[in-house]
């Protein structure tokens, strides 16, 4: 019985390495984030609804810190953003700046925690990542916030090797589009390799490996 037990408990632990092996790439993926994913500033849950007044706009959750903020952190826990009259930056072109990237990049992904697009009805706006046009002509309704993220193109990946940053400039393009953003994030692993970890089950297994290896050698030596 006990000669099955390590035997099982070793072949659980060749398993978990196999897997390991496997997702070795979603384990170590990097990100860089703009904001500070605090819910607007107001402890939104991700993907819930807000509370911000859908007439006359203005809310302002920024931090000291965000508020001076030259990388794009200005332009987070606002609503509406960039929006004159109803806005507190000025302006109506937000940017959110990344840079020492480096180069060697293979794939990536943007984030963003945004809020109440409404595309169909007060406009689209015009959003590039290095200059490249993206389409962004979101349909989310008020009063919806909304976790997203886009894979990179290739020639967006071609053009962060080449300068060794990302800016992503997010144009109102007279649009009358109430709209927010808590955080934005990139990160060097498309979207659905980036918040890989290890669940407790995974845990438990490489536990009962590790203590089967070490039964079974003991088994070996007496």
Not at 35 to 43: C, K, P
Not at 188 to 209: D, Q
Request: hydrophobic content about 40%; some cysteine; aromatic content about 12%.
């Amino acid at each position: 019985m006990a000669k099955n037990l390590s035997i099982f408990l070793v072949v659980s632990l060749l398993v978990f390495g196999m897997v390991c092996m496997t997702n070795t790439n979603n384990l170590y993926a990097a990100t860089w984030m703009i904001g500070d994913n605090d819910g607007y500033g107001a402890g939104i849950a991700d993907n819930a609804n807000h509370n911000f007044n859908g007439y006359t706009a203005n809310y302002d959750g920024r931090s000291a810190a965000e508020k001076t903020a030259t990388n794009g952190a200005q332009y987070t826990d606002t609503y509406s953003t960039t929006h004159s009259g109803y806005a507190p930056q000025p302006g109506t072109v937000a940017t959110f700046t990344f840079t020492g990237l480096g180069s060697g990049w293979t794939e990536g992904s943007m984030w963003f925690d945004m809020a109440d697009f409404q595309a169909s009805t007060f406009g689209a706006v015009i959003v590039t990542y290095n200059g490249i046009l993206q389409n962004w002509a979101f349909n989310d309704g008020f009063p919806h916030t909304k976790v997203r993220f886009f894979d990179l193109e290739q020639n967006v990946v071609d053009s962060i090797n080449a300068t060794g940053e990302l800016i992503v400039a997010i144009d109102r393009n007279r649009s009358s589009d109430f709209y927010g953003f808590d955080y934005a994030m990139l990160s060097n692993r498309i979207g659905e390799n980036t918040n890989t970890v290890p669940e407790p089950s995974t845990i438990i297994l490489l536990g009962a490996g590790l203590v089967g290896a070490a039964l079974l050698r003991k088994k070996k030596n007496s």
